[in-house]
C-alpha cells in the first residue's frame, strides 16, 4: 500500500543523505591533502510507475558520486625545487614501487610534492614512487635542445626516477665558440710550402706566430685539456712571389738605386696561361714608378673581365705579386733583355705553383692531421674569382694539443673585404672547426670538438678575445635537483653545470572523471575513463608544469559546511516522513 510505499522512499532518503554527508565528510577531512580532488553526490530519483493514469506508487531515491577530478586546484608555491603543480589537464605517473621488476599497476596523482627517499628514487608526500622517461646522453646538456631522446607515449617506457646515479658527473667537451678580431695590419708571411714533404704536414709551423689563444676542454674522464690557437698572416695558399728587396715605396722611380730599370723594361704575369705584359715605357727622363707595376698588375683582366692577378706592397715595403685563383700556377718573366725582375730579386721564367687547394666539402689540403676546416663560401661574392673576394685575407691556424709537439689539426680560414669571415655555415647556420677523433693519450675516449668561429673579423687593430666557451666541465658533485617548466628532472653539480635526467609525462584521459579512486590521492585506469595518453607538458591537452609550486586540494570549506546543513536538513525531513507514517499506521491499527 501507498504508506508503506512512502516509508520505505523515506528510508532510501536517509540511505541517499548519509551518502552525501559521507562525501562531504570525506571532502573536509581532505582540505589539506595535495593534489586532492573534492566528490559530489548527486541524486536522482528511481520511478515505480510509467503511466500517468496509474495508481501512483512511490519510488526511491539513489545517490552517485562525482570525482572532480578535472577541476583545478589552487597552486601555492614552495621552497622546493622538486614541487610541481599541474595547470590543466592531467596527472603524474607512480607506482608504490620504485623498481621495473616488480609486477603492479601504474597509478596517477595530482600529488607533485616529491622528495627523494633513502635509495636516491623521487616519491610524492603519499609515499608513492615517480616514473618518468629516461633522457639520453646526448640530450643531458640544458643549453641545447633534446632531440634524440624518444618520448614514448606508452606507460611501458617509463623508469623510476632514480637520482642516485648522478652523485657526481662531468661532462665531455663536444661544442666550443671562440669569437675575436685578428689584425688586418698584420705582416703577411711567405712558407715554403714546397720544401715540405708529401708525408709531413701541409702547412708548416712558421716561426713566428702572431696571435694565439688558449681554450680549456674536458675529456671524457673529467681532465681538462689545454688547445692552444695560432694564427699566423699568411700570403695564403695561392701562388705567391715577393721580391727580396724591401722599403719599397709606390712613388718611388725605377731608375733609383737599388733599381737601375730603364724606359722599355716589360715583363709578363701569367696565371693559368693568362698572360699580361705590364710595360714602363716612356724616356729616362720619365721613368714609370713602382705604383706604375702595382697598377699594371691589378688593373689586368682575363677573358672573363675578372682580374687573375693582385700585386702590392706589403707593411716592410716588399713587392709581392699572387695570384687570385690558389689552384692556378703564377709566373713572372722578363721580356727581351729587360732586367726589372733582376733588379726586384724575383726569378724570371719560375713557375710557382700553389701551396694548396681551396677547401672542398669540409676538407682541407690532403695530408693534413684530422683536416677538418670551415669551406671558403660558395656564394658569388665571396669567390676567389670575385671582385670582392679577399687575397689578402688569409691566416694559418694550427691547433696544437697539450704535448705542443705538432698540431692536432691545421689548415687555412679567410676574411672578406669587410673584415667578415668568408666560410659556408652549415646546416645550423655555424662556421665550425672541427677536430675529430682528438687522442689525448691518458686512456680518455676519442673526442670530437667542433668549435664555432662564426664571432672571427679581421679588422685593423688590437688582438681582441669576445668570448672564448665550451660546453665541457670537470668532474663536479651534486649539489641539488630539480624539476623545470619542461618536465626535466634536473641535477645541478658543484663545477657549476646542469644535466637533464629524466622528463616527466603528463597523462591524460580522454574522461578522468570516470578514473577510479585509491588511496594515496591516485587513480587506477577504469573501462569508463578510457586509456592513459602520455605526452609532454604543453603539448596537445597536457597541462603546464609550474615549479616549486603544488596543486592544493580544490576543495571548498564553505560550499562544503553550506552542503552539509542541506543534507542535514534533507535527513531531519525525511526521519520526519518515517515518524508520520509510523503514526498514520498507528492510526490505522486503532480502528474496529
Same mark, same amino acid.
Not at 26 to 34: H, L, P, R
Not at 444 to 473: K, P, R, T
Given at each position: 500500500?501507498?504508506?508503506?510505499?512512502?516509508?520505505?522512499?523515506?528510508?532510501?532518503?536517509?540511505?541517499?543523505?548519509?551518502?552525501?554527508?559521507?562525501?562531504?565528510?570525506?571532502?573536509?577531512?581532505?582540505?589539506?591533502?595535495?593534489?586532492?580532488?573534492?566528490?559530489?553526490?548527486?541524486?536522482?530519483?528511481?520511478?515505480?510507475?510509467?503511466?500517468?493514469?496509474?495508481?501512483?506508487?512511490?519510488?526511491?531515491?539513489?545517490?552517485?558520486?562525482?570525482?572532480?577530478?578535472?577541476?583545478?586546484?589552487?597552486?601555492?608555491?614552495?621552497?622546493?625545487?622538486?614541487?610541481?603543480?599541474?595547470?590543466?589537464?592531467?596527472?603524474?605517473?607512480?607506482?608504490?614501487?620504485?623498481?621495473?621488476?616488480?609486477?603492479?599497476?601504474?597509478?596517477?596523482?595530482?600529488?607533485?610534492?616529491?622528495?627523494?627517499?633513502?635509495?636516491?628514487? &623521487?616519491?610524492?608526500?603519499?609515499?608513492?614512487?615517480?616514473?618518468?622517461?629516461?633522457?639520453?646522453?646526448?640530450?643531458?646538456?640544458?643549453?641545447?635542445?633534446?632531440?634524440?631522446?624518444?618520448?614514448?607515449?606508452?606507460?611501458?617506457?617509463?623508469?623510476?626516477?632514480?637520482?642516485?646515479?648522478?652523485?657526481?658527473?662531468?661532462?665531455?667537451?663536444?661544442?666550443?665558440?671562440?669569437?675575436?678580431?685578428?689584425?688586418?695590419?698584420?705582416?703577411?708571411?711567405?712558407?715554403?710550402?714546397?720544401?715540405?714533404?708529401?708525408?709531413?704536414?701541409?702547412?708548416?709551423? =712558421?716561426?713566428?706566430?702572431?696571435?694565439?689563444?688558449?681554450?680549456?676542454?674536458?675529456?671524457?674522464?673529467?681532465?681538462?685539456?689545454?688547445?692552444?690557437?695560432?694564427?699566423?698572416?699568411?700570403?695564403?695558399?695561392?701562388?705567391?712571389?715577393?721580391?727580396?728587396?724591401?722599403?719599397?715605396?709606390?712613388?718611388?722611380?725605377?731608375?733609383?738605386?737599388?733599381?737601375?730599370?730603364?724606359?722599355?723594361?716589360?715583363?709578363?704575369?701569367?696565371?693559368?696561361?693568362?698572360?699580361?705584359?705590364?710595360?714602363?715605357?716612356?724616356?729616362?727622363?720619365?721613368?714609370?714608378?713602382?705604383?706604375?707595376? &702595382?697598377?699594371?698588375?691589378?688593373?689586368?683582366?682575363?677573358?672573363?673581365?675578372?682580374?687573375?692577378?693582385?700585386?702590392?706592397?706589403?707593411?716592410?715595403?716588399?713587392?709581392?705579386?699572387?695570384?687570385?685563383?690558389?689552384?692556378?700556377?703564377?709566373?713572372?718573366?722578363?721580356?727581351?733583355?729587360?732586367?726589372?725582375?733582376?733588379?726586384?730579386?724575383?726569378?724570371?721564367?719560375?713557375?710557382?705553383?700553389?701551396?694548396?687547394?681551396?677547401?672542398?666539402?669540409?676538407?682541407?689540403?690532403?695530408?693534413?692531421?684530422?683536416?677538418?676546416? =670551415?669551406?671558403?663560401?660558395?656564394?658569388?661574392?665571396?669567390?676567389?674569382?670575385?671582385?670582392?673576394?679577399?687575397?689578402?685575407?688569409?691566416?694559418?691556424?694550427?691547433?696544437?694539443?697539450?704535448?705542443?709537439?705538432?698540431?692536432?689539426?691545421?689548415?687555412?680560414?679567410?676574411?672578406?673585404?669587410?673584415?667578415?669571415?668568408?666560410?659556408?655555415?652549415?646546416?645550423?647556420?655555424?662556421?665550425?672547426?672541427?677536430?675529430?677523433?682528438?687522442?689525448?693519450?691518458?686512456?680518455?675516449?676519442?673526442?670530437?670538438?667542433?668549435?664555432?668561429?662564426?664571432?672571427?673579423?679581421?679588422?685593423?687593430? &688590437?688582438?681582441?678575445?669576445?668570448?672564448?666557451?665550451?660546453?665541457?666541465?670537470?668532474?663536479?658533485?651534486?649539489?641539488?635537483?630539480?624539476?623545470?617548466?619542461?618536465?626535466?628532472?634536473?641535477?645541478?653539480?658543484?663545477?657549476?653545470?646542469?644535466?637533464?635526467?629524466?622528463? &616527466?609525462?603528463?597523462?591524460?584521459?580522454?574522461?578522468?572523471?570516470?578514473?577510479?579512486?585509491?588511496?594515496?590521492?591516485?587513480?587506477?585506469?577504469?573501462?569508463?575513463?578510457?586509456?592513459?595518453?602520455?605526452?609532454?607538458?604543453?603539448?596537445?591537452?597536457?597541462?603546464?608544469?609550474?615549479?616549486?609550486?603544488?596543486?592544493?586540494?580544490?576543495?571548498?570549506?564553505?560550499?562544503?559546511?553550506?552542503?552539509?546543513?542541506?543534507?542535514?536538513?534533507?535527513?531531519?525531513?525525511?526521519?520526519?516522513?518515517?515518524?508520520?507514517?509510523?503514526?498514520?499506521?498507528?492510526?490505522?491499527?486503532?480502528?474496529?
Amino acid at each position: 500500500m501507498s504508506l508503506f510505499g512512502a516509508l520505505y522512499t523515506a528510508v532510501s532518503g536517509l540511505s541517499a543523505q548519509s551518502q552525501a554527508t559521507a562525501i562531504i565528510s570525506n571532502n573536509i577531512a581532505n582540505v589539506n591533502t595535495t593534489g586532492y580532488k573534492r566528490s559530489e553526490a548527486a541524486f536522482a530519483a528511481l520511478v515505480t510507475v510509467e503511466s500517468a493514469s496509474a495508481r501512483y506508487s512511490p519510488g526511491a531515491v539513489t545517490v552517485n558520486r562525482i570525482q572532480q577530478v578535472d577541476q583545478q586546484g589552487q597552486i601555492a608555491q614552495t621552497g622546493s625545487s622538486l614541487d610541481v603543480a599541474i595547470a590543466g589537464d592531467g596527472m603524474f605517473t607512480v607506482r608504490s614501487e620504485n623498481t621495473l621488476d616488480l609486477q603492479g599497476d601504474f597509478k596517477f596523482t595530482r600529488n607533485g610534492q616529491f622528495n627523494e627517499d633513502e635509495n636516491g628514487v &623521487l616519491q610524492n608526500s603519499a609515499g608513492m614512487y615517480l616514473y618518468g622517461w629516461p633522457v639520453d646522453a646526448a640530450d643531458q646538456d640544458p643549453n641545447n635542445p633534446a632531440n634524440t631522446t624518444v618520448f614514448n607515449p606508452d606507460v611501458s617506457a617509463l623508469v623510476p626516477v632514480d637520482v642516485s646515479l648522478a652523485a657526481g658527473q662531468s661532462r665531455l667537451t663536444t661544442e666550443g665558440t671562440l669569437g675575436l678580431n685578428l689584425d688586418a695590419d698584420e705582416i703577411s708571411k711567405a712558407v715554403a710550402y714546397g720544401a715540405i714533404a708529401p708525408d709531413e704536414e701541409v702547412v708548416p709551423f =712558421p716561426s713566428q706566430v702572431d696571435y694565439s689563444r688558449t681554450l680549456r676542454v674536458y675529456d671524457s674522464l673529467g681532465s681538462a685539456q689545454d688547445l692552444t690557437f695560432e694564427y699566423i698572416k699568411v700570403h695564403g695558399p695561392q701562388a705567391v712571389t715577393t721580391s727580396a728587396i724591401s722599403d719599397l715605396q709606390e712613388a718611388q722611380l725605377l731608375s733609383d738605386p737599388p733599381l737601375s730599370i730603364t724606359a722599355g723594361d716589360t715583363f709578363t704575369v701569367d696565371v693559368g696561361g693568362t698572360t699580361v705584359a705590364v710595360p714602363l715605357g716612356g724616356s729616362i727622363d720619365n721613368v714609370t714608378t713602382i705604383k706604375d707595376i &702595382l697598377n699594371g698588375i691589378n688593373d689586368a683582366v682575363d677573358g672573363g673581365g675578372l682580374p687573375f692577378a693582385e700585386a702590392f706592397l706589403d707593411s716592410e715595403g716588399t713587392l709581392v705579386v699572387q695570384a687570385i685563383d690558389p689552384t692556378q700556377p703564377l709566373t713572372l718573366t722578363n721580356v727581351g733583355a729587360s732586367t726589372i725582375l733582376d733588379d726586384l730579386v724575383i726569378a724570371s721564367g719560375a713557375t710557382v705553383t700553389p701551396a694548396g687547394t681551396l677547401p672542398q666539402d669540409n676538407q682541407t689540403q690532403a695530408g693534413f692531421d684530422n683536416p677538418v676546416y =670551415p669551406d671558403v663560401a660558395v656564394d658569388p661574392y665571396t669567390l676567389p674569382i670575385s671582385s670582392a673576394y679577399n687575397s689578402r685575407g688569409w691566416w694559418q691556424v694550427n691547433v696544437i694539443g697539450p704535448g705542443g709537439a705538432e698540431p692536432l689539426t691545421q689548415g687555412f680560414i679567410n676574411f672578406n673585404r669587410d673584415g667578415t669571415l668568408n666560410a659556408q655555415a652549415d646546416i645550423e647556420g655555424n662556421v665550425d672547426i672541427e677536430l675529430r677523433n682528438v687522442d689525448w693519450g691518458n686512456g680518455s675516449e676519442e673526442q670530437n670538438i667542433d668549435i664555432n668561429i662564426n664571432g672571427f673579423s679581421q679588422f685593423a687593430g &688590437l688582438y681582441n678575445v669576445s668570448v672564448a666557451s665550451q660546453n665541457g666541465a670537470e668532474l663536479g658533485l651534486k649539489t641539488g635537483l630539480e624539476i623545470d617548466r619542461e618536465g626535466f628532472v634536473n641535477a645541478r653539480f658543484s663545477n657549476g653545470t646542469l644535466s637533464r635526467l629524466y622528463k &616527466l609525462p603528463i597523462v591524460t584521459f580522454p574522461s578522468a572523471t570516470n578514473l577510479q579512486e585509491i588511496s594515496a590521492t591516485s587513480y587506477v585506469e577504469s573501462a569508463e575513463s578510457g586509456t592513459p595518453l602520455l605526452q609532454e607538458a604543453g603539448v596537445s591537452q597536457a597541462g603546464f608544469l609550474e615549479t616549486a609550486s603544488i596543486e592544493q586540494s580544490n576543495v571548498d570549506l564553505a560550499d562544503e559546511f553550506t552542503k552539509l546543513i542541506i543534507t542535514q536538513r534533507a535527513y531531519s525531513a525525511n526521519t520526519k516522513v518515517v515518524t508520520t507514517v509510523d503514526q498514520m499506521t498507528e492510526d490505522l491499527l486503532r480502528l474496529r
